[in-house]
């Protein structure tokens, strides 16, 4: 089983739109999220950490349920700029190595 | 907050070439470091990280080194380059337990 798991997508949907995206992590012990996007040819970036509680930054919402080891973002009312490619990433358990899923690819169309 | 530089942004390199990129951190002391390569449409596979000078760890076995002779700096290297290392290499740093992690622009190696 990979260290991260994500679902490759694409996901295709219209200006507007509500989409999640799910990751599952194998590692119990692990305890940092994080989601990050990845622009085409470009280095990841910071979306946003996520945490126990639960945590929100504008129109992106972000779950983390440690007992089904299992990470989702929530991204609300969908805009162009969206599209991208959307990272997990889990640091490894006990650890601080961040290990990456291989992403989710988004594309928002008018 | 940290910036991390790395270049150069290209490179098209012969088969058995060698490689050396750098990578340089500022604005923060003594980071974890680590190297990154992105086949086209993959995932990032950890290569290499770094706690400190001259301590490096390898993640798989492979045509590559590094090497951190400096507290902020970090090179990846190769005696001889083969196609199956063309990617896209991306230097990191983050600075422990919880925190996230940064990226340099990352360098697009092309080996012909």
């Known amino acids: 089983r990979k260290e991260v798991e994500q679902d490759p997508g694409p996901f295709n949907v219209p200006e507007g739109a509500t989409v999640a995206f799910n990751c599952t992590y194998s590692?119990?012990?692990?305890?940092?999220f994080f989601w990050y996007r990845q622009d085409c040819r470009k280095e990841p970036k910071l979306l946003m950490s996520?945490?126990?509680s639960g945590n929100e930054d504008g129109r992106f919402t972000a779950q983390l349920n440690r007992a089904s080891q299992y990470i989702s973002l929530l991204i609300r009312d969908s805009k162009l700029s969206d599209s991208a490619t959307y990272l997990c990433v889990v640091n490894r358990g006990g650890s601080y190595i961040p290990t990456f899923g291989r992403g989710t690819s988004l594309i928002v169309h008018p | 907050s940290q910036t991390i530089h790395q270049w150069p942004a290209t490179l098209v390199q012969p088969v058995g070439s060698p490689l050396s990129l750098e990578c340089t951190v500022e604005g923060t002391s003594n980071p974890n470091l680590y190297w990154y390569r992105q086949a086209a449409g993959r995932g990032l596979q950890l290569l290499f990280y770094?706690?400190?000078?001259?301590?490096i760890s390898s993640e798989v076995p492979q045509n590559l080194s590094a090497s951190r002779p400096q507290d902020r700096q970090f090179i990846l290297s190769s005696k001889k380059l083969l196609l199956s290392d063309s990617g896209f290499y991306l230097c990191?740093?983050?600075?422990?337990?919880?925190?996230?992690?940064?990226f340099g622009q990352g360098t697009r190696l092309t080996v012909v």
């Open positions: 590692n119990s012990a692990s305890q940092s």
């Open positions: 770094s706690v400190g000078i001259g301590q």
């Open positions: 996520v945490y126990s």
């Open positions: 990191a740093c983050n600075l422990g337990l919880g925190t996230e992690a940064f």
